[in-house]
């Protein structure tokens, strides 16, 4: 009601700009919601005087019985709303008072981030436990997944209770068609909550996208999806650009762009930008082959920044051989995994503390 | 000297305010590693021993006795599945006076909470800044940095040592002699020595940047690498300046690195790298660039061992 009579005032201000006739809109606004009153009866031309009072004599009804005319000053509060002014729904203001709500706290749901998901507020306010989520819950762990997930499912994928149980089921049903078997299930479900609310032909058609655009045969479609279910709903936009970055930028064969996605699924998921950044790092800078990046796909996961500095150390210490056939042989995967420690200790076999008084001369 | 363990967030929290030093790296923003600093705090801080949570009081009547009962409840909007995580970055007020560019790597000098207070009270007393600066002859980019397209390409083979140590010297000779011609004295004068006696001369102003000493400090074509004491200096200046220094030999310039190595009394042993923004390391160098401040008073301490 506030916000409504709030964008009317902003309209009639933008129409008429003299403040002495901005009073009367906002009494004609008062007086009555509709869109009417916005035209002032005297400017009204085609008007005739008895109607044009009859009008008159009913907003004057209008106001003295129903609802008084706002003051000025409240009125500019909200036309002059503060700085950080966020209309929020609180979850916190209901908790004590709604059983739902608690039920969800020894769940484990992290309401404060269900509060920031749009549309999600209205949703789970709405529920009644027993009623609407229990049904829910069983039909979860009838699925598989385990009773401490529960929580960050419903977490991340609160537009669960929007979905019919039938069709649940009937999305279960078609993952055990396809063969899934139900760990893997479990973990689909457990990884990516919000598999579920994709339409059984969705996820058919997002199945069949993997298949024929990574030449992909029953069993390895499945083991993408289990490796990394976020993958199978992700965008397929990104993944599309992803593909083209690997094969046509970086120029890896189709046998080798199939092999990263069975490898490290992530790599079609990253940002691509970073992505051909890190692996011109790798193969111009640091000469590592395609072949090598193939056996050890974990590099082109690795953050830039820490493979700068772990390559031009070994590279200060006379330690960056990448080529296997040469004595004094470093694995690319060993520069990236594991910690200073472990790094420093077992691949440049040196200090950390000649690491780190190395890394403060980097610019 | 007391020691004692703390383990409580409340307690912990009111030890992080001072003055942080920290190693940036080149390709990070100011503003990206003040966030990583301040949710990585925040996050540990949430892993300590919080405190407890409010309790809920109601007071309700019995409807057969009439009786009236103060009750006390679990307050669950207190709970933090519901508020949110205890501490949030927001929580801490976290500035720097001097902003490095997102090129220039190096020291970088941050007040956390009451801290911010102190780093611009630094800020007012014109403190010295130190940068080693590499760069190449022979080629311009459009950005004056390595990052940059090339646009033009030059000849290297003349640029010989001795004219580049000769150049260093006349800019900073002619630093000086706008630094007081600025303050109204004759540089040959008896009153530009009773003023050269008080300390380092500094501007006024803090938008005028002003240079101290450009030292040589390597030199193999077609790389070099200079270093310079300033004050008010900012990164387009400096990479305007190898600029200079290349066209003023005949040939191109290009900056390929800005390290910050030294800010008033910090200096890179002091700065803490990426790996250790942790809630120890940053209050145990709060506490040791407090004492560093009360030993050295004066600002200039800095420059004169630096300075052989």
């Known amino acids: 009601m506030i916000l409504q009579i709030f964008t009317r005032v902003i309209c009639a201000r933008k129409i008429i700009g003299c403040p002495f006739q901005n009073k009367l809109v906002l009494k004609c606004l008062s007086s ?15 008007l005739d005087l008895q109607s044009a009072t009859q009008q008159q004599s009913e907003t004057q009804i209008q106001s003295d019985t129903y609802v008084p005319a706002l003051r000025e000053d409240v009125l500019n509060k909200y036309i002059k709303p503060k700085k950080n002014y966020l209309p929020l729904i609180n979850f916190a203001a209901y908790v004590n008072k709604s059983t739902t709500l608690q039920e969800f706290v020894k769940l484990g749901v992290n309401l404060h981030i269900i509060e920031l998901t749009r549309g999600a507020q209205e949703l789970i306010l709405k529920l009644n436990f027993d009623r609407d989520v229990k049904k829910y819950l069983t039909f979860l762990h009838d699925v598989g997944v385990p009773a401490d997930e529960l929580g960050s499912f419903i977490t991340r994928n609160p537009f669960i209770f929007k979905e019919d149980l039938d069709d649940l089921q009937v999305r279960i049903n078609y993952l055990e068609s396809m063969a899934f078997t139900p760990e893997n299930i479990t973990r689909i479900l457990t990884k990516n909550p919000r598999w579920l609310l994709f339409k059984t032909q969705s996820i058919d058609e997002r199945l069949g996208y993997f298949q024929s655009k990574f030449k992909l045969i029953g069993p390895e479609v499945r083991h993408v999806a289990v490796r990394m279910p976020k993958i199978v709903t992700y965008k397929q936009r990104h993944i599309e650009e992803n593909y083209f970055a690997v094969k046509e930028e970086m120029g890896f064969e189709s046998g080798e762009v199939k092999e990263l996605l069975l490898q ?10 970073n992505l051909v950044a890190r692996f011109d790092y790798l193969h111009n800078t640091m000469g590592i082959p395609h072949s090598q990046l193939i056996s050890q796909p974990g590099t082109l996961l690795c953050r830039q920044s820490k493979l700068k500095e772990r390559h031009e150390f070994l590279k200060s210490i006379g330690k960056d051989i990448f080529d296997p056939t040469k004595p004094g042989y470093i694995s690319p995967l060993s520069v990236v995994a594991g910690t200073d420690q472990y790094f420093c200790t077992k691949v440049a076999k040196t200090s950390v503390e000649t690491y780190n008084r190395f890394l403060k001369t980097l610019c | ?37 301040l949710h990585k705090l925040s996050q540990e801080l949430c892993e300590l021993e919080c ?5 809920r009081i109601s007071v309700e009547r019995d409807e057969v006795t009439r009786i009236l009962t103060v ?38 000098v941050l007040g956390l909470n009451s801290g911010t207070k102190d780093v611009y009270e630094l800020h007012r007393q014109h403190p010295l800044r130190v940068y080693r600066i590499s760069g190449t002859f022979g080629y311009m980019t459009n950005n004056l940095y390595k990052t940059g397209k090339v646009v033009d390409k030059s000849s290297v083979k ?34 530009a020595y009773e003023l050269a006696a008080k300390g380092l001369i500094r501007p006024a102003n803090t938008k005028i940047p002003v240079i101290y000493a450009v030292k040589f400090i390597s030199f193999e074509l077609p790389n070099f690498t200079i270093e310079v004491h300033c004050i008010n200096e ?32 910090f200096s890179l042993e002091h700065a803490l790298l990426k790996k250790h923004w942790n809630l120890e390391e940053v209050i145990r160098n709060i506490q040791n660039n407090k004492k560093l401040m009360e030993k050295n008073v004066s600002l200039e301490s800095g420059l004169l061992q630096s300075l052989p």
């Open chain 1, 32 to 46: 009555s919601v509709s869109s009417k009153s916005l035209v002032l009866p005297e400017n009204e031309p085609g």
């Open chain 1, 264 to 273: 490290k699924p992530k790599i079609y998921t990253i940002n691509r930008s």
């Open chain 2, 158 to 191: 003349h640029v010989k040592r001795g004219v580049f140590e000769n150049l260093l010297a006349a800019t900073e000779a002619s630093h000086q002699r706008t630094m007081y011609e600025l303050c109204g004295v004759d540089p040959q004068s008896q009153a």
């Open chain 2, 51 to 55: 405190r407890v949570p409010k309790q």
């Open chain 2, 71 to 108: 009750k006390r409840y679990e307050n669950l909007a207190d709970n933090p599945l519901v508020m949110g995580p205890m501490y949030e970055p927001n929580d801490f007020k976290c500035c720097s006076a001097v902003r490095l560019g997102i090129d220039t790597a190096g020291v970088l």
């Open chain 2, 1 to 37: 000297m007391k020691t004692a363990l703390i383990y409580d967030a409340p307690s912990v929290c009111k030890l992080l305010n001072g003055i942080v030093c920290v190693y940036k790296s080149a390709g990070e923003s100011f503003n990206r590693v003040r966030h990583s600093i």
């Open chain 2, 234 to 265: 900012y990164e387009a200046y400096l990479k305007a300046l190898v600029h200079s220094i290349g066209t003023r030999l005949q040939s191109y310039a290009t900056c390929t690195g800005l390290q910050c190595i030294r800010h008033s009394y």
